[in-house]
Nanobody, 120 residues
Framework: QVQLVESGGGLVQAGGSLRLACVAS????????MGWYRQAPGKQRELVAD???????NYGDSVKGRFTISRDNVKNTVYLQMNSLKPEDTAVYYC??????????????WGQGTQVTVSS
């Protein structure tokens, strides 16, 4: 079993910054793409950003230029630096990881989510 544990959410004023972190732990043979998704009340879950094991990144249109995703492959950790936050960024942010376990099976897992609230 692999666990994804997020941290760093909270309440911030518009224009402020937050940094999220997600640590993957367990029987990981290879950690592939990792990413962040978010879901606001009454809306579908959407991609915020993802990053391959080689460092290639992809961002949702609404966060381009404001958010930066990065990862530490030694620590099995993915980060999301969020700057210039807006009230519409308010959502539960979920970490996602694609990985191969020690039995060579591929999985896609989700973290439990961390709340980000941006006040106007």
């Amino acid at each position: 079993q692999v666990q994804l544990v997020e941290s760093g959410g909270g309440l911030v004023q518009a224009g402020g910054s937050l940094r999220l972190a997600c640590v993957a732990s367990g029987s990981i043979f290879r950690l592939n793409a990792m990413g962040w998704y978010r879901q606001a009340p009454g809306k579908q879950r959407e991609l915020v950003a993802d990053i391959t094991s080689g460092g290639s990144t992809n961002y949702g249109d609404s966060v381009k230029g404001r958010f930066t995703i990065s990862r530490d492959n030694v620590k099995n950790t993915v980060y999301l630096q969020m700057n210039s936050l807006k009230p519409e960024d308010t959502a539960v942010y979920y970490c996602n990881a694609n990985y191969v376990d020690s039995n060579w099976y591929m999985y896609n897992s989700w973290g439990q989510g961390t709340q980000v609230t941006v006040s106007s």
